[in-house]
């Protein structure tokens, strides 16, 4: 169940048009903070995650691929909607609200930072309403800005304001945790970090990604990287995108014996190899060896038993945060919930064969169907 919470992380605070109003709200704090689920989700088995979102709505049209900014938010809240349900239908705990690219940079570069605010309150107010409608558990959502760069001490500060705004909007929204995810520097994970420690009082899920090269961009490898993050103040550490379960695995392994706290594994869905580990590097033979992402990755995409197998072999190493991240599609999230043992209402669907017309095994199935298999 979803403890209810008295107070978000920013109470009070109203009205965001400024980096000035937006640093005080730490004193306004309500005292009566509760652990709103995350945590005690965790203590208790397993937590499942359903991401994904840009990719599925390009899939359904929805989306622009390159950009990848969800601005379907203001053309088509109702699918939004629709897809945080079917999510949850298939087996996630968690609403995650789709602030995923909605930041300032990104909106820049569409030249949309005017929606800014809007895109943001609708994709929190969305989430909210489907996470209490289903029990779930209601996440905000800050991600790579890319415009990090450690020698850029301008950059530096408008990575700040990026999160700073994002937290603050979530935090006044209710969230009951917060995700960062999908940095491929170490050092802006932690930011992140500090930035929803600063700006919030909820729980923090840290995720990083690693691409081709076994280390984040500075060079630390995933396990130093979830170390630094839990000295931080993390609650949950891992990975999200860029690798397939597949070339995910291992390194979870190393994670899992590195920290002490909770670990998060969001692989996406498709078949990375040794020589291609990550979506990015995987080429297609039969198109002349093209980059097969962002729109060619259809070939790669891996079967509900392997996201099933994944669950399984995941959860038997500890890991307990469990998602599937860009490419996911309802099919997958449901297969990860019954690795752990649950049946989500989409399992009343969930395949039997008895019944099929060739290979059924029911009496009802006619010989004369049965007999012609092998020649199908
Ligand atoms: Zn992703």
Redesign the pocket.
């Known amino acids: 169940m979803v403890t209810k919470k008295k107070s978000s992380g920013v109470k009070g605070a109203k009205s965001r048009a400024t980096a000035a109003n937006r640093a005080k709200p730490k004193t306004v704090q309500s005292a009566t903070y509760k652990e709103p689920g995350l945590m005690k989700r965790l203590a208790a088995g397993a937590v499942v995650c359903a ?2 979102y ?2 599925e709505l390009e899939r359904r049209g929805y989306l622009q691929a390159g950009a990848f900014v969800p601005t379907v938010l203001q053309d088509h809240p109702e699918v939004v909607e629709q897809l945080h349900m079917d999510f949850v239908h298939a087996g996630s705990d968690v609403t995650q609200a789709l602030t ?1 690219y909605v930041h300032r940079e990104k909106l820049r570069v569409i030249g949309r930072e005017k929606d800014l605010e809007a895109m943001n309150q609708i994709a929190l107010k969305i989430a909210k309403k489907v996470a209490r409608k289903t029990q779930t558990l209601f996440a905000g959502d800050i991600c790579n800005t890319n415009i990090y760069d450690p020698n850029d001490s301008k950059a530096l500060k408008q990575v700040e304001r990026i999160f700073e705004e994002q937290i603050g909007w979530a935090a006044d929204a209710g969230v009951d945790y917060i995700v960062a ?2 940095f491929s520097w170490g050092q802006e994970a932690l930011m992140a970090l500090e930035a929803i420690k600063k700006h919030s009082k909820v729980p923090a899920v840290v995720t990083f ?1 690693i691409h081709r090269e076994l280390v984040t961009r500075e060079g630390w490898t995933a396990a130093e990287t979830c170390r630094r993050l839990e000295a931080a103040g993390a609650d949950v550490v891992g990975l ?3 690798r397939g379960p597949k070339t995910m695995l291992p390194l979870l392994k190393e994670i899992r014996a590195a920290v002490k706290c909770d670990v998060a594994a ?1 692989p ?1 869905p498709y078949r990375t190899t040794e020589e291609q580990p990550s979506f990015m590097s995987l080429t297609d033979p039969c198109c002349a060896d093209r980059r097969a992402f962002p729109v060619g990755l259809d070939p790669f995409v891996v079967t509900r038993q392997e996201i099933f197998d994944f669950g399984r072999e995941a959860y038997a190493m500890g890991v307990k945060y469990l998602g599937v ?3 996911a599609g309802p099919q997958h999230i449901r297969a990860l919930a019954e690795s752990l043992g649950r049946r989500p209402e989409g399992s009343k669907y969930s395949v039997d064969m008895s019944k099929h017309a060739f290979f059924g095994t029911d009496q009802k199935i006619k010989t004369v169907q049965t007999e012609y298999r092998s020649r199908l």
């Open positions: 991401e994904g840009v990719f995923y995810e999908t990604s999200n995108c860029h969001l996406v991240c860009c490419g």
